[in-house]
């Protein structure tokens, strides 16, 4: 990148217009507006149902600027897939294909056909953005919900189960470009979008990306939350590039620093009222490991 | 030029001939030889299209709706249960209107696991709102996935080519493959109105409400039941389409012209046996034995099962005495489908003759010709009546 990316050279024109149907306080509507700036018009989008699905509107009326191809649940990548396909027999191989899933939609019913699409190589650009759990349908939990979070169907004592970590599944996978995003830093998201275009085959990227109904926080409190994960450590900012990781943004100015503790963040919102001080302190430990072994790897 | 091949091969031939751009597909027997021989085309630079080798068939139908609403021709295969997991997708590419055309090599269904043929794979998908063919030999599986494209790109509705696992998948029979120049003129390329452009954005499949409401301009949308009734009622219409294709291509290539009923002897016949796919074949030579009998029987295969050629039915049947519905499939609890839509057909005619329903072959179960013959024997009767309930041939109960 020559000049560093502000808000004001982002470019002015919008696909995502005001008044559409996402929540106020929706992580969602900044990241699809700013991520969308970064993929530029000549870009397809694959949708399966998710809260996107309702932002973009009701027939027949549409909130987005970019031709979209909403999907069944399971197929998301494997419909990029057949656009990509098409584009190819066509001759039309410049246009982007996107899609974006939420996380039940990537990392639970349409894993399958997302690891098939990496497999095969498939030269598209996958969006999840992980409210951490099942959103749209009103917060039941996901495979990315976190340990001991309450949702509708883990009621009284929370989640049994840890967070599923699907950027190291895509790891896995051998990708060219794997990265993390959080709303809360949207021009870090438009550079590493920028940055995914500029490789081919699949990419993954995978945003934290905070629900004010689904969490239970006040509306205005939205961005500072996001930044609450990451500055407490518990979701970290990082590219994975050509099987090199790396921390970035606000995760690698973090490097040799104090962290907030995490207990700062859970705080913060009503979804974590299952957590006992003891759950507090274990989760703090596998945090503080965590960035004992970035510290002496020297990832930055 | 006559060739001896396969009925998977007849099909992908076909294929070919048709230029389809986007093939995707997951392999499951009996389907494997005919996505086996796309590939090779493919892989040789005999065939100009992208062959996509997914993880699953919910997957391969997913390639061809998206393939399809970007503007190319696509096309797939299945049998059995690969046809059953797609079964989400099968509504989706209806509604969506996409025509996708897609081979299902009849097997019947797990559990238990049966690898071998009967029709209630294809049967029991058949309220999903695609039309659904049904070929009774290898010309007929060529010739059908030809017409199905052109059909499905007539009226914005998907075409499944029904044809029997082994029985003709895995059989090798004579046939002429057509020229490549007569089949563009019957076929001209894939030119939808609609199609995923960012140079002409448009946000497809999306939440639509109960009721109708105005777009931007003010102009009215339709609601979910206006676009269900149109439908609907663009493959009712379809009908006209079928009968006009198998015309012209019969003016073209010089064979077919029976659209919806193929009859074999129906009409100086008093009795019918009704089925459909290469059993109405096999039937051919019961009829020839029965009429040395002195039995006035035909047999008719039908070609067209969804939309129902009701009109056809009636029309070819109504004047006869009796019909005898053969079927490899059965809905369960009640009766064969095929013999359901039969009698409510026939129900708005006073003199209308009566119907009997056999099933049999299910699982690949043999069907031996003795068997027909003495089940028209029985049937064909003065005095047989209508029959709520299916009689079974070959159960060893």
């Known amino acids: 990148m020559t000049a560093k990316t502000t808000i004001l050279n982002l470019t002015e024109e919008e696909f995502v217009h005001p008044g559409n149907r996402a929540c106020s306080g929706c992580g969602l509507s900044i990241i699809y507006r700013t991520a969308l700036k970064a993929l530029g018009r000549d870009t397809i989008l694959v949708v399966p149902p998710s809260c996107l699905t309702v932002l973009q509107g009701l027939y027949p009326i549409a909130a987005t600027q970019l031709p979209c191809l909403n999907v069944t649940f399971a197929s998301t990548a494997a419909a990029a897939t057949g656009i990509l396909g098409a584009l190819r027999a066509q001759g039309r191989e410049k246009t982007t294909v996107a899609a974006w899933a939420g996380d039940g939609g990537t990392s639970d019913i349409g894993i399958q056909a997302l690891s098939g699409a990496c497999e095969r190589g498939e030269n598209f650009i996958f969006f999840c953005y992980d409210n951490e759990a099942y959103m749209n349908t009103g917060v039941q939990r996901s495979g990315t919900t976190p340990q001991h979070v309450l949702t509708t169907t883990t009621p009284i004592t929370g989640k049994a189960q840890r967070k599923k970590d699907v950027p190291a599944i895509m790891a896995a996978h051998g990708l060219d470009y794997i990265a993390t995003a959080s709303a809360s830093y949207p021009i870090d998201l438009y550079d590493k979008t920028i940055k995914a275009k500029t490789f081919t085959g699949p990419r993954y990227l995978h945003i934290h990306t905070p629900c004010p109904a689904g969490w239970g926080f006040p509306t205005q409190l939205g961005v500072k939350i996001g930044r609450l994960a990451v500055e407490t450590g518990l979701f970290d900012l990082y590219e994975i590039e050509n099987g090199r990781f790396r921390l970035t943004g606000q995760s690698a100015k973090m490097l040799g620093k104090k962290r907030l503790p995490v207990g700062d963040y859970f705080k913060t919102q009503s979804r974590f009222k299952a957590l006992t001080d003891a759950h507090i302190e274990e989760i703090q430990q596998e945090v503080d490991g965590k960035w004992e072994k970035y510290e002496k790897n020297g990832i930055s | ?321 009796g019909l005898i519905v053969f079927e490899k499939a059965l809905s369960y609890g009640n009766q064969g489908a095929l013999f359901a839509d039969i009698k409510a057909a026939l129900y708005a005619k006073t003199d209308r003759p009566f119907v009997r329903n056999y099933i049999l072959g299910l699982g690949g179960r043999e069907i031996k010709t003795t068997e027909l013959a003495d089940a028209l024997r029985n049937s064909c009767k003065p005095s047989s009546a209508t029959t709520d309930r299916p009689e079974w041939i070959g159960l060893k109960m």
């Open chain 2, 1 to 321: 030029m006559h060739i001896i091949e396969s009925g998977n091969v007849a099909a992908a031939l076909g294929v070919k001939l048709a230029e389809a751009s986007v093939i995707a597909a997951y392999p499951i027997t009996p389907q494997t030889p005919l996505t086996e021989k796309l590939s090779e085309l493919v892989d040789a630079g005999e065939m100009n299209a992208q062959y996509i080798p997914v993880e699953s068939e919910h997957s391969a139908l997913a390639v061809c709706i998206a393939a399809s609403s970007a503007g190319s021709r696509a096309f797939t295969a299945t049998s059995a249960n690969g046809l059953l997991y797609m079964n989400e997708q099968l509504h989706w590419a209806a509604g969506a209107r996409l025509p996708i055309v897609m081979c299902v090599v009849n097997r019947g269904i797990g559990a238990p696991w049966t690898v071998w043929n009967d029709h209630q794979d294809s049967i029991s998908q058949r309220d999903t709102g695609w039309i659904q063919l049904y070929a009774c030999d290898h010309q007929q599986i060529l010739d059908t996935v030809l017409k199905a494209f052109r059909l499905a790109e007539t009226v914005s509705v998907p075409v499944m080519v029904c044809y029997d696992g082994y029985i003709l998948s895995h059989t090798y029979m004579p046939f002429e493959l057509p020229d490549a120049e007569m089949v563009r003129r019957f076929l001209p390329p894939f030119a939808p109105e609609y199609f995923l452009d960012p140079k002409c954005p448009k946000n497809l499949n999306t939440v639509t409400l109960p009721d109708i409401r105005p777009d931007v301009r003010g102009n009215t949308a339709p609601g979910y039941m206006e676009i269900r009734h149109n439908l609907h009622m663009d493959m009712r219409k379809s009908m006209d389409v079928i009968s006009d294709i198998e015309i012209e291509f019969k003016e073209i290539f010089g064979r077919g012209g029976y659209p919806f009923i193929e009859p074999y002897r129906v009409n100086d016949a008093d009795y019918v046996a009704v089925c459909m796919g290469s059993l109405s074949y096999h039937l051919r030579d019961v009829i020839d034995m029965l009429r040395k009998e002195g039995i006035a029987v035909g047999a008719a295969g039908l070609r067209v099962y969804r939309p129902f050629p009701d009109k056809a039915v009636a029309d070819a049947f109504s004047h006869k005495k």
